[in-house]
């Protein structure tokens, strides 16, 4: 039941480091199930949706040491479960990996519906029929609603007595359901092709985890994903060593974008650090229409933002897409750099249809945002100011906490349990660039 409170009107300085994306480690996770060996993985971000992850592979039988902070020794050897505990499903959208690491290791499954933010329908249609196309049958167990009387599919049941490699062409392009058929497909007889795969950066984070466990996967981060099929995934045990491998997770493109755009939104000054900049770029781009400086350091691995004295910022147009595009994730946070720019914007959200949350917290503070069938329309305004606001979800979360920063006088934000799921000791990483921000409890 803690709440934020934020002193806004401080432009952030100074250097600020990005922890490993929680949608990539909330896949390798689940891919852990699928070693032979036990691995190290570094720089795993110190969120809730990690605990869970965690706490899942603990009740499936894994053995896990925390080394340090950020670095978990995994051990999946003496894994004998192939049920994902119903509460610890439901709490988090991603628990649909283990879906599709356990059909890999064990040819069955069976998890609860996932939980996660609620941002409209969230269909598994593409996640089942990738893991058809392997032989697995599935049964969607349905549950009575008590209020209503109304079904719902209450969890996922998966068995194959033989995975067989074979073509999968997906009809939407998804995160999820691409990375499912890695998991589900990395250990099946064969040759499996992906087609229509999405390409972020998590994806390609996944592929190159397995392969350097061992996997034959090739074509990550394009349309096209081919995987030669393997018996085992060893790591380098397979040329006799007994050195436990390490692999660490790809910065998160999304906190490095949020901390962009709290920098630009506060008329700030700030260094990036430990970024890959080409996963920004297109988040760049629009920051720079706005009129933000925005200077990549590639052999360094900075972005470097800030916002000349004197600038005004414009509006410019947003539409959100799958990678390279510009990511939904990054839509309310740059809504508030938008609501700060003169003129209009128009933002058009094409992957979720229920991400404009923030919306109602943001005119709380000024701002002023109409909504359209498929996205906002946004008039700047001189600033913002200061309210009790909530975060709605976790993006929208980070979008009121950039709007506290840049505004005027005292922000109050509440559920920030939504935050916490993907941002990383945010408190201490924004004070350290001078932001005036306090966690207490209510
Ligand atoms: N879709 C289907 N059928 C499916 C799967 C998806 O129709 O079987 C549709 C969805 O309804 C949506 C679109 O395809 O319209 C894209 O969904 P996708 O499957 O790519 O989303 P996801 O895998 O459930 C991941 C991230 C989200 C991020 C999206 C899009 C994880 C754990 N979650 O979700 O992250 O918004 O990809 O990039 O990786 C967040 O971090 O705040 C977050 C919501």
């Not at 300085?13 to 699928?34: E, F, Q, R």
């Not at 050897?77 to 049920?83: N, S």
């Not at 390279?324 to 809504?335: E, I, L, S």
């Not at 305004?381 to 980070?398: K, S």
């Amino acid at each position: 039941m803690d709440k934020l409170v934020i002193q806004g009107g401080h432009p952030l300085s100074g250097d600020i480091y990005v922890s490993g994306a929680k949608n990539s480690v909330v896949a390798i996770l689940p891919a852990t199930l699928l070693l032979d060996v036990p691995v190290i993985l570094e720089n795993v971000p110190d969120i809730s949706d990690v605990k869970i992850c965690l706490s899942i592979l603990e009740s499936l039988g894994a053995e896990i040491d925390k080394l340090s902070e950020g670095v978990y020794r995994i051990s999946c050897l003496y894994v004998r479960e192939h049920e994902v505990p119903e509460e610890l499903a439901q709490k988090m959208r991603a628990s649909y990996y283990f879906l599709g690491a356990l059909l890999g290791r064990c040819g069955k499954a069976k998890a609860a519906m996932p939980g996660g933010c609620y941002l409209g329908e969230r269909p598994i249609d593409q996640h089942l029929l990738a893991f058809e196309a392997l032989g697995a049958d599935f049964h969607l167990i349905e549950y009575k609603n008590e209020t209503d009387g109304e079904g719902y599919v209450g969890a996922v049941e998966l068995s194959a007595d033989h995975l067989y490699a074979n073509h999968i062409s997906l009809n939407v392009v998804s995160v999820g359901a691409t990375m499912n058929a890695i998991l589900s497909a990395v250990k099946a007889d064969g040759t499996t092709t992906i087609e229509n795969c999405a390409r972020e950066p998590h994806i390609v984070d996944l592929a190159n985890f397995l392969n350097y466990m061992g996997a034959h996967i090739s074509g990550a981060g394009t349309h096209k994903i081919t995987i030669e099929g393997v018996r085992e995934l060893r790591g380098n045990a397979m040329d006799g060593s007994v050195e436990v491998k390490t692999y660490s997770i790809v910065p998160d493109q999304i906190e490095a974008g949020t901390f962009m755009i709290a920098a630009a939104a506060t008329r700030g000054d700030v260094y990036i650090h430990g970024v890959i900049p080409h996963h920004l770029r297109d988040i760049a781009d629009r920051m720079e229409e706005c009129g933000v400086m925005v200077e990549a350091i590639e052999n360094e691995d900075i972005v470097h933002v800030c916002v000349n004295k004197g600038t005004m910022f414009h509006g410019t147009n947003v539409k959100t897409e799958p990678y390279p595009g510009f990511p939904t994730d990054m839509q309310p946070q740059m809504a508030v750099l938008l609501a700060l720019s003169e003129g209009q914007s128009n933002i058009t959200e094409s992957v979720w249809e229920d991400r404009f949350k923030y919306v109602g917290e943001l005119k709380r503070m000024g701002a002023n945002i109409d909504l359209t069938r498929d996205g906002a329309i946004i008039w700047g305004v001189p600033g913002l100011h200061g309210a009790n606001v909530r975060a709605c979800d976790l993006r929208a979360g980070a979008a009121v906490v950039i709007a506290g920063l840049a505004a005027e006088g005292t922000t109050e934000i509440t559920d920030i349990h939504h935050i916490e799921r993907g941002y990383s000791h945010i408190v201490e990483k924004l004070r350290s660039i001078g932001a005036d921000i306090r966690r207490i409890s209510m």
